[in-house]
């Protein structure tokens, strides 16, 4: 009777076992044994990037590991056998009676955000994860803790909100501005020249605001500050040719929430200007003059080389504007009609504008 191989009879020849051994665990030699499966798992513990702690039901610490050596800073032989509570804050001290009663109950507690207290004394934000440890018996005798640090996550939610908080008040507040636009220049323009001042307000105030966003990518120490000589630059530029306009004095950084009274109040300055002063003709100049004075600025705005200046013209301004603008800046503001030409004074509270 010929005999079957092996093969023919179904069965996996040596050379085939020797292969498919190899590819299931590739780094181990001729006789080498798999690993436990608890050895797979010590490893993986071990090599966590977050904090994983077991301890029994009277919260006694009784495994400790190289994420958690990171986070808190005790060594596994400085805290194994000692309370969980010594990571606990004291106000926060009646958080672990309550995870272990969920615990107890055979529950999971996920996700649950929290501060914990290092070695050091500091504190951090961390999100921890409990779950139950039971016996072969299944009987509940500790608990699992993981612990992540979310500090960076934390501040980023922090700051997004206040970004978002700012940007509904900034919106909110163009809003109004807007809406305040419209009026006056409805009231003091005639029909056909309403759409021209309303757009020259707002792109005046469309470049203020693109200042603040600009200072604001330089990062957090130039947040929501524009330097004051910069926004008057800014506003004049549709006007400076010529080296008709000069600006120089001391600098100072105006904060966001007087960025856009003052470009506006600036940009009432320039259309009056260009309206009825200095700019209106082609001889006319502006010098802006800002100087520190203890605890309030001095701005001067000079014109000179236009027409003979006239009540008439500042009344073009808007009085109820300028009102609202100089009250919101904690200034005072003072027309002197010279015969060379238009000078105004305007003196702010440091305080009301870099705030």
């Known amino acids: 009777m010929t005999s079957l191989s092996p093969t023919e009879q179904g069965q996996d020849s040596p050379s085939q076992l020797e292969t498919s051994e190899r590819q299931i665990l590739p780094s181990q030699g001729a006789g080498a044994q798999v690993p436990d499966a608890r050895d797979w798992l010590a490893a993986i513990i071990e090599g966590s990037d977050d904090a994983i702690i077991s301890k029994n039901l009277n919260g006694i610490i009784q495994s400790w590991n190289g994420g ?55 504190l951090i934000d961390i999100s921890l994860t409990i779950s139950p440890i039971r016996n072969e018996k299944g009987v509940i005798v500790g608990a699992s803790k993981i612990a992540r640090d979310i500090t960076e996550r934390l501040v980023a939610q922090e700051q997004q909100q206040l970004l978002m908080g700012e940007m509904r008040h900034r919106v909110k ?5 807007a809406n305040a636009i419209v009026s006056i220049s409805a009231k003091s323009a005639r029909e056909g020249d309403v759409i021209a001042d309303v757009q020259a ?24 500050h524009v330097a004051l000589l910069t926004l008057v630059q800014t506003i004049l530029q549709p006007y400076a040719m010529e080296n008709r306009i000069s600006i120089g004095g001391d600098d100072f950084d105006v904060g966001g929430k007087a960025v856009t009274n003052l470009a506006l109040l600036l940009h009432e300055l320039a259309t009056n200007a260009a309206k009825y002063g200095s700019l209106s003709v082609g001889t006319g100049r502006i010098d802006v003059d800002v100087r520190s004075d203890g605890d309030r600025l001095h701005l001067i705005w000079r014109e000179t080389g236009g027409p003979v200046p006239s009540l008439v013209a500042g009344t073009g301004f808007g009085s109820r504007l300028e009102r609202g603008l100089a009250s919101a800046l904690e200034a005072l503001i003072e027309r002197d009609w010279q015969s060379s030409g238009l ?8 305080a009301a504008i870099c705030a």
């Open 173 to 177: 507040n163009l809003f109004a501005l």
């Open 68 to 122: 958690a050596t990171r986070l808190f800073g005790y060594s596994a032989d400085e805290i194994i056998g000692k309370s969980v509570t010594i990571l606990i804050p004291p106000d926060r001290l009646d958080e672990e009676p309550l995870i272990l009663a969920q615990i107890q109950r055979g529950k999971r507690v996920e996700h649950f955000e929290t501060k914990r207290r290092r070695k050091n004394g500091s």
């Open 201 to 224: 307000r707002l792109s005046s105030l469309a470049r203020a605001h693109d200042l603040i966003m600009s200072d604001r990518m330089l990062g957090p120490e130039n947040e929501q």
């Open 343 to 350: 000078v105004v004074s305007i003196v702010m509270a440091k």
